[in-house]
C-alpha cells in the first residue's frame, strides 16, 4: 500500500515552519580576522614634555585560527600617527631631555669616530611622528559561542617608532626600534553568525633596543644603550623618555 501524507500536518504553517528552521548559533571558532580603525596615544615624558604629543590616528589587524571557541593564535600589527607641538627651533635632542653638546662629547668619548654629525644644528621647524608593530599574539576568550564575544590577549612583536624632524640641513630622522609585548582586550557583539563588531583597547610596553639616526650627511645605527649611558652623564634616563603606546578602536572581526 503506498503511504499516505498527514493532512494535517499539510495544513499546518506552524508546524512546517517550526522544522524548517533550525535556531541561529554564533559560533567564535575557526579561521578569523579582525580589522581595527581608531586613535594612537602614548604617554610618558616624550609626550607630556618634549613633543606635547597628541592622539592620532590609527589602523591595524589580526589574521590567525580559534580553537573550540577558547583559544586564538594569529599574526597582528598596526601603523599610527601622533599629533606634536613643538616649539620651532628647539634642537631635537632637547625633545628628550639632551643637551645635544653635552651628548656629542659623550657620545665621542665612548664610540670616538661613530658619529659624524654636528647635533646642534638639529633646530626643528616642523615634526612628524609615526608608530608600526608586527608579531605574534595568543588570545583567550571568555566565551566560546554566542551573540557576545570578548577575550584578553598578549604577545610579542617588533615596535618601531619614527621621528621626523624638518630642519634647517634637511629632514632628519631619529627611529628607535624595539621589543613590544601588547596586553589586548576586546568586546564585541555578533550581528550575523560571522560577523561580529566591537571596541578594542591595547596597551603597548616596549623595550627600545636601537636607534637610528638618518641624517642629509650620515645615517648611523646606535645602541640603545650607550645613548643611555651618555644621558646619564646629564641625569636624563633616556629609556624612560621613550614612550609606551596605547590603541582604542572599533574592531570589525570576521569568521570563516
Known amino acids: 500500500s503506498i503511504p499516505q501524507a498527514d493532512p494535517s500536518r499539510e495544513d499546518d504553517p506552524v508546524a512546517g515552519s517550526a ?15 579582525d580589522v581595527r580603525v581608531g586613535m594612537l596615544g602614548c604617554i610618558g615624558a616624550f609626550c607630556r614634555q618634549g613633543h606635547d604629543a597628541s592622539p592620532g590616528m590609527r589602523v591595524g589587524g589580526f589574521i590567525g ?5 577558547w583559544f586564538e593564535a594569529g599574526l597582528g600589527g598596526g601603523w599610527g600617527t601622533l599629533s606634536s607641538n613643538v616649539t ?38 616642523r615634526t612628524e611622528l609615526r608608530a ?26 617588533y ?23 601588547p596586553v589586548e582586550a576586546n568586546l564585541s557583539v555578533y550581528l550575523l553568525p560571522r560577523l561580529a563588531v566591537g571596541v578594542q583597547f591595547d596597551y603597548m610596553w616596549t623595550w627600545y633596543g636601537v636607534a637610528v639616526l638618518d641624517h642629509p650627511q650620515q645615517r648611523v645605527a646606535v645602541p640603545l644603550g650607550v645613548l643611555q649611558a651618555a644621558g646619564e652623564q646629564q641625569g636624563v634616563d633616556l629609556r624612560d623618555q621613550l614612550p609606551q603606546l596605547w590603541t582604542l578602536g572599533l574592531a ?3 569568521r570563516l
Open 252 to 254: 570589525v572581526r570576521g
Open 132 to 157: 608600526a608593530q608586527l608579531g605574534p599574539s595568543l588570545r583567550v576568550h571568555l566565551v566560546a559561542r554566542g551573540r557576545v564575544d570578548a577575550f584578553v590577549g598578549s604577545g610579542v612583536g
Open 88 to 125: 620651532p627651533g628647539t634642537n631635537a635632542l632637547l625633545l628628550y631631555g639632551l643637551d645635544p653638546a653635552v651628548l656629542q662629547q659623550a657620545l665621542w668619548a665612548q664610540a670616538a669616530g661613530l658619529l659624524q654629525v654636528d647635533l646642534a644644528g638639529l633646530a626643528v621647524q
Open 65 to 69: 585560527g580559534n580553537v573550540r571557541g
Open 159 to 181: 615596535n618601531l617608532l619614527r621621528a621626523r624632524y624638518q630642519t634647517a640641513v634637511g629632514q632628519v630622522g631619529l627611529d628607535f626600534h624595539g621589543i613590544e609585548v
Open 19 to 33: 522544522e524548517d528552521e533550525a535556531p541561529q548559533t554564533f559560533e567564535h571558532r575557526g579561521v578569523v580576522a
